[in-house]
Structures are given as C-alpha cells and as structure tokens.
C-alpha cells in the first residue's frame, strides 16, 4: 500500500494542521511516512504545499516524484491545479472551490472550476460556506480534509482519533467543532 | 526508547537533549529555526535547565557555544548556511583552539533558495576549517549521528559542522529515540594556553589539526556513515551524498541489487572508499545536494580520470536542489510528469500580512520620496523585503543582514541624497548597530529607518532583543537625541508621518527613525495565548 498525497493552499489556510492530523494517524496505523512542508518566506500569503507520502513499506524520498500523487487536497481551487505535474493519471483532487484573492491578477473563478472540472476524479466543495453552517469559520481545513477522507489509505475513525489528540488540550468545544467539520466534508464529499 | 514524529529539525534538536546537551545557541534562519523553538518548548530542556535563549547574531551564538564548550560541557550552535559567514570567524578558529566539551555546529543549507539569497554549500566550511562534517540521510540518521558527532568532537578537541539541507530540516518522519545520557560536569581544559591563539601556539596547533584531519578519515564513527554495496552492472556506480541518497533509492528500489553505491554522509573519507567505485565501474555518477564537491575533487583540475556524470557535465543541473525526478533522468529513467499547469494559474508571491506596519512604513516612505529620484533605498533581510515586489516596488537592495545601514552610509559618501536604509529591528541589532556607530563618527548624511514590529517576523515571530531598547541604543551609540524619530505606521498616521520622514530626509546628518508597531502575527498569538491564560 502507498498513498502519495500533496497538499495545498496559501499560507496561513491551516495547511499543516491537514498533514499534521494525517501524520498522526499514520502513526497510530504503524505505517511509514515522510512529510515534507513549507516554513520561512512563503508563508506569507504565498503559495505553500506538503509532499505526504504513506506506506506500508519504508519510504525513500521526502518529495513526491512527478505523476505519482495519488491525491490533492486543497484549501484553495487554483492552487489545487499548480501540483497536477504530480498528479497521477488516476489520481484525485479533492479542493475547496472558495477562492483566496490576494492577488491582483487572480483568473476568474467560474474558469478555475471548469479546469478543475476537465480533471476526471475531481472534488469541488465549498468548505467555507460547511464549516460556517456548522459553527466555525475557521475550520474550513478540516472540513477539506473530511471530503479528501474517503481517499485516504486509512479509517476514518483514525483520523477523528488524530484530531483527538491534536485538539484535545484546546477544549471540549473546538475538538467537536474539527470532529463535526470533518464529519460534514465526509458527507459532503460522498454526496458528490 | 521513544518513537516520536519529528522533523529533521527537531530530530536533531531531541537527539542533542538526549546526548548531555547543556546549552543550546542560535539566531533565528530559515530552514534551522525549528531547533532551537523545539528545545525552547521540550519538558527535558526545562526541567534541566539547558540554556536556550537567543543569540543576537550567529556570530555571538557561536562563540557562546564555544565558551560552554570551554567548560567542558556539550554545545550546540544552529544557524542557516549565511548565517555561517557571520559566524566563520569562531567557527574557523574554534578549529585551530579546538574544543573542550563536545560542540557540534549545524548549518542548515537551503539549495534553491526557498528563503534565502543564496545556495552557498555548508560543507566547503568543513575542509575549510579541517573539521569533520556531518551530512544526515535521513531524519533517523539525523538522530544517531548527533551522538556520534558528540563523542568525535571530544575524542578529536574539534568543533564538528553538521550540514542539513531544506528538504530534511522541514520534512517529518518517525524517529526511534535511545536512552538520554546525563550532562557533563564542568571542567576546564587541561592546557591552560589550548584557547590561546597567540602566534607561536597557534603554529604548533595548526600541525596538530592537520593530523587530526587525517586520521579522522578512519575513525569508526565517520567511516559508519560510509558505506559501499556493491552490484552487478560494471558500466556505472554512483555516489550519492546526504539526502541524495534517498532520492537514489526511490528509484533503484525494485533494482537496487544491480547498481554498485557508495552512500557518503560523513566527510572527511580517504581515496580508498572512491576507489571501492572507480576500482570496479567503467564510469561513476555523482549525485549531491548543493555544489559539486565531491564531484570537483573527484575530476581534479585535469579530469582525466574515469568517465564522471553529475552537475559539471550537465547530467544533473547545476543550480538548485535535486528531486526524486531529476535523479530519475540523470539514471536515465522513464519519469512520468503528470499534466501541465494550466495556464490561467497565476504566479502567487509571498506577501505582507493584512494590516502589517511595513505596509504603512512602505506607504509613507514613498510618498516622501516622490520629490527625490529614485533608487535611494537601501534595505535588508526580513518581511520588509517584500517591499521589493509591486505594488510598493520602493527598496534598491537586499544583501546581507545589516548591509542596508552601511551601504546607505557608503552612497552617502559617494554623494547620494537623500541615502535611506529601512531595516527591521531584530536585523538592526543583529548587524546594524555597528555600521549606525560608523555613520556616527563620520556624520554621514543618511536617514535609517528600523520598522519594529518587535519581533523576528520573517521566521515566525521569535523574540527579538531589540525590542524596548532601540532608543537607548541609538542614543548609545551617538546619535543626536533630536534625531531620533519615534512613530506609528497606521494609516490615521500618514500624514504625520510623511511630514516627519521629509523632514529628516533633509537633515544633514545621522538620522534614526523608529517606525514601532507589533507585529500583527504575534500580537494576534500573544492576544490568543492571553485569553486562553484567564
């Protein structure tokens, strides 16, 4: 088993708490992994990524290599389309479909969907508009995260184990919030 | 025995804790920061009370490091490769006093410069300097090589440089961690003239580093990290160095049996260990991170050896950092690029946050500026260096941290007017405090603005010792207390604002103004931290 997955967004969309909730389950599951991120000068309203690689098998290289990712999970839509040089021929992309506009020359956003859209197994959710119905507009990560779940190499009760662990100590209220946010990306995602 | 999820960083980091390490040294640089925060915010580092404070610059960090060392007690000094230059000066000589307690200095190289302004390789300072060199494959190895690191530099009296690259210091993986041995007492050298570089000793040192360096391409504990396996082809070997090594076996996995490898992770190695390759192969392909060194020392200045492929003949690329595809080609593998980017993704460089003071500083400055010509502004390494790129496009030059100030000053010679500098606070006192001192005493006619925002910003918000004490340390260093502008870059400001950098701009003279406002990424942690707190 190996599950190659590229995740991105724009600095400060909560990427690394996504790899840092995989990375966790990872771990509960005995599996290998290598997670590669971005700190330092990008991180400021640039475009940032983690190479995520999962396997049953001890893992060799930190980056992903070209058309071997299995799966794209991205907070933001264009930036899903900036890592389909890893994307396998089979892969998936899951993303939000809300853009971040910190640009001034940013491509209409009905033109980004549609190239999206050409991406056989592609996923478009708004996760902004879930995780403000479900209480928490900050949590727009992890609902990404939930719809992407299904094609995780791992349970789902895993990763709701991972956010235990990384959101426990910060309250009984914003653990359920990422559990609940989690939840309603899975649902969303299987509906579409 | 742990297993914990840690990034290079941090494996290093948990590896010195359970090595005996007492202090810990460090400036803030992107990608080596995470060592010391992981020490700042581990339970062991604090319940023994390893120090691991800020160091002003890396120079000072480094010959505190050496000072701990001294007393014999194990050291560790983390910078990013150009924070080596600032600290070549003790690290070269702390070869030649060499060391008491175990000093390991990590220089973490950022080859493609994801954050930097060069791709400088850490590990010509090893041969430089004639002190071993570390280069870990992998996170695990990482880990391990630490203790030995330890143990050679106390075996040896040598400091030991320990090169990472990007790739390892930021990538995540599970490390098994070994018992934590204790701390070394404190005891002073038995030679009580060892750190003394007065000619005659350091004559007779020199000698005895020299030798040093030579057996040290025996010792078990470099000689572990390299290692030979042989294969079955004769047409081609390959030496892959560090994290090259991981992007080699990606893609020999299935076949691995067949290529003869000699793995290098450790430097100095003696001609034999090549030979093990040159002895058997018809040709040798070099794969390393950063410069071709071993490369170059393998071509010698004739090249007239065996058949070499690497970075010099343009079978690997010359610049930037290497990637499991590009070491796919150089092997003449099939890589399988997925589709191209569309063309409607634009590019999306970094930016200032929302409601940043540089922003407002930038707004005010050009503004100001408006009725001098332009390329008059002088600036430096940190967030405010966004102000390069549109829409404020208003600083002439990045260069090395505290450069703005004397460069400004040495255009001031030359004749500009007005000569601005705009540098951050935390970069002010890492380098700016001396060129401010020069302006001083010769009265240079330059207008320095320090942008607080109180923090080092660029890597994430550590502590910076500028913070409360710039006016003081203008004032100390001489310059003229009227000349001392303290504002607020807000928007309600800028007129005001606008009035008093004008106004400076025309004064003949050393001119400090102090643009302060917190950063508005640690004020937002410091507000959260607060509330969570009550």
Redesign the interface.
């Known amino acids: 088993m190996k599950n190659d997955i590229i995740i991105s967004g724009v600095g400060g969309q909560g990427i690394i708490s996504i790899a840092a909730t995989i990375g966790l389950a990872a771990v509960a599951n005995s599996l290998y992994l290598k997670q590669s991120e971005v700190h330092g000068m990008s991180q400021r309203g640039g475009d940032v990524q983690s190479h995520f690689r999962l396997s049953d098998k001890p893992v060799a290289s930190d980056l992903i290599p070209y058309g071997k990712a299995d799966l794209i999970i991205s907070v933001e839509p264009m930036e899903s389309l900036r890592y389909l040089p890893w994307l396998s021929k089979d892969g998936w992309i899951v993303t939000n479909s809300t853009p971040m506009i910190n640009i001034p020359d940013y491509p209409p956003i009905e033109d980004i969907l549609s190239e999206i859209r050409k991406i056989k197994n592609s996923v478009i959710i708004d996760a902004d508009s879930i995780a403000r119905e479900i209480g928490s507009a900050r949590a727009g990560n992890i609902v990404i995260l939930g719809a992407a779940s299904p094609f995780i190499a791992m349970s789902y009760s895993s990763l709701e184990d991972a956010l235990r662990s990384l959101f426990g100590k910060k309250g009984e209220e914003i653990l359920e919030l990422n559990l609940k946010a989690l939840k309603a990306g899975r649902e969303h995602s299987i509906r579409a | 025995m742990k297993?914990l999820?840690l990034l290079g960083d941090e494996a290093i980091a948990q590896a010195a804790l359970d090595a005996g390490l007492s202090g810990m040294y460090a400036y803030p640089g992107?990608?080596s920061?995470?060592i010391m925060e992981y020490i700042q915010s581990s339970k062991t580092a604090s319940d023994r009370n390893v120090h691991r404070e800020w160091s002003a610059n890396e120079k000072t960090a480094m010959e505190a490091a050496l000072g701990m060392s001294y007393c014999g007690k194990r050291a560790m000094v983390a910078m990013k490769h150009v924070g080596l230059n600032v600290a070549a000066d003790p690290f070269i000589n702390s070869a030649m006093t060499g060391v008491n307690g175990g000093l390991i200095v990590v220089s973490a190289d950022d080859p493609s410069m994801?954050?930097s302004q060069n791709e400088q390789d850490s590990r010509f300072y090893g041969k430089f300097a004639n002190v071993p060199c570390f280069e870990p494959s992998d996170q695990q190895e990482a880990y391990e090589m630490i203790f030995d690191a330890f143990e050679l530099s106390e075996k040896y009296k040598l400091p030991v440089l320990f090169r990472i690259t990007t790739?390892?210091a930021?990538?995540?993986?599970?490390v098994t961690t070994c018992e934590q041995l204790p701390e070394k007492k404190l005891s002073l050298p038995s030679d009580p003239v060892q750190f003394v570089l007065l000619p005659s000793i350091a004559r007779r040192k020199y000698k005895s580093l020299l030798e040093s360096y030579e057996k040290l391409k025996y010792d078990i504990r470099i000689t572990r990290y390299n290692i030979f396996r042989d294969g079955t082809k004769r047409d081609m070997g390959i030496i892959a160095c560090g994290?090259a090594y991981?992007?080699l076996?990606?893609n020999i996995?299935d076949s691995v049996k067949e290529f003869p490898v000699l793995k290098i992770s450790a430097y100095p190695f003696p001609k034999d260990l090549v030979q093990d390759i040159t002895g058997r192969c018809k040709s040798v392909l070099v794969l390393e991170e950063g410069a071709p060194m071993v490369e170059e020392s393998l071509r010698g200045i004739l090249d007239d050896g065996i058949k070499i492929y690497g970075r010099l003949d343009g079978t690997v690329p010359r610049d930037g950092e290497l990637?499991?595809?590009l070491v796919?080609r150089s092997l003449g593998m099939k890589?399988?690029?997925?589709?191209?980017?569309?063309s409607?993704?634009?590019?999306?460089?970094?930016?200032?946050?929302k409601g940043c003071g540089h922003s407002d500083v930038f707004n005010a400055l050009i503004e100001a500026l408006k009725s001098y010509s332009s390329g008059s502004v002088f600036s430096d390494i940190g967030?405010y260096t966004?102000g390069a790129l549109p829409p404020y496009s208003s600083i002439n030059s990045c260069v090395d941290m505290g450069a703005s100030v004397t460069m400004a000053v040495g255009a001031a010679d030359a004749g500009l007017f007005p000569s601005v500098c705009v540098i951050g606070d935390s970069t002010f006192t890492h380098s700016g405090m001396t060129g401010l001192l020069d302006a001083v005493v010769k009265r240079s006619s330059v207008t320095i603005i320090i942008s607080d925002n109180s923090t080092t910003g660029?890597?994430?918000g550590q502590d910076s010792h500028a913070t409360g004490r710039l006016v003081s340390i203008c004032r100390g260093l001489g310059v003229d207390a009227g000349h001392i502008r303290e504002l607020t870059p807000l928007r309600k400001n800028h007129e005001e604002n606008v009035r008093i950098l004008k106004k400076e701009f025309e004064f003949r003279g050393v001119s400090v103004i102090i643009a302060a406002r917190e950063c508005i990424q640690t004020a937002t942690k410091r507000k959260r931290t607060e509330s969570s707190n009550r």
């Open positions: 297993n999820l992107t990608p920061t995470e994801h954050s790739r390892l930021h990538s995540r993986a599970s994290i991981n992007y076996m990606e996995r990637n499991p595809s796919a890589t399988s690029y997925g589709r191209g980017i569309p409607l993704v634009k590019n999306r460089p970094p930016s200032f946050c967030c966004l660029m890597t994430g």
